[in-house]
């Protein structure tokens, strides 16, 4: 198995990334059994998103789609931080951004150097949030419904995960600690903490 990095940025909706994805899918995509799996794993809300009229995330998708991929599995945070005002996107961040310090309290001891990365890194997802604006606020979470939609006006379609699947990652969640759980809904799979919804997982294949 050969890995190989490609220079890209969500400023650009990735384009550089999907240019070079067609042209590996070109070399390959005649073989026999070969298939392209994109795995869109917390980069989606990355992408800027200023106006419904200029979407990158939807021509990104697009593109995605162009590349007739067997399979897309797209996992994001499950919030909403694309509010227009201030007020609206530090009630978003009030009402989320506290599950990490709970972790952070439950599962690392005060002091520790790693609680200390922890907290910095949440606590620059909170100042970009509420300050930043333009290309400069990064953090625009989108919430599950509104990625589902996104992904259909592309072309897909949403698939559900085997009862297999399921019950895999909730065998090595009980592996790990009280607090965090699993849930099916609908289709898709939902990362939960003492039973808010955390992080959600949806696997999507081009509409026939």
Request: aromatic share 8%; hydrophobic share 40%.
């Amino acid at each position: 198995m050969e890995f190989r990095v490609v220079p890209s940025s969500p400023e650009d909706g990735f384009e550089l990334l999907v240019e070079q994805l067609r042209l590996m899918h070109q070399l390959v995509g005649g073989h026999e059994g070969e298939v392209l799996v994109i795995n869109c794993h917390m980069m989606g809300h990355c992408i800027p998103e200023e106006t419904a009229a200029n979407s990158q995330r939807g021509t990104f998708l697009k593109a995605v789609r162009s590349l007739e991929p067997s399979l897309v599995v797209l996992v994001d945070e499950e919030a909403d931080f694309t509010g227009c005002t201030v007020v609206d996107r530090l009630r978003a961040v009030f009402n989320y951004l506290w599950i990490p310090f709970d972790t952070i309290d439950t599962f690392l001891p005060a002091g520790s150097e790693q609680r200390k990365k922890y907290e910095a890194a949440v606590c620059w997802k909170i100042e970009n949030v509420i300050a930043m604006e333009g290309v400069q606020r990064v953090e625009r979470l989108e919430p599950r419904n509104r990625w589902g939609q996104r992904m259909r006006t592309a072309g897909f379609q949403g698939i559900g995960f085997g009862d297999d699947t399921s019950a895999e990652v909730k065998t090595m969640l009980d592996e790990h600690s009280a607090g965090w759980g699993l849930k099916k809904d609908e289709n898709d799979l939902v990362l939960t903490w003492k039973g808010h919804d955390v992080v959600f997982a949806t696997a999507w294949v081009p509409s026939s």
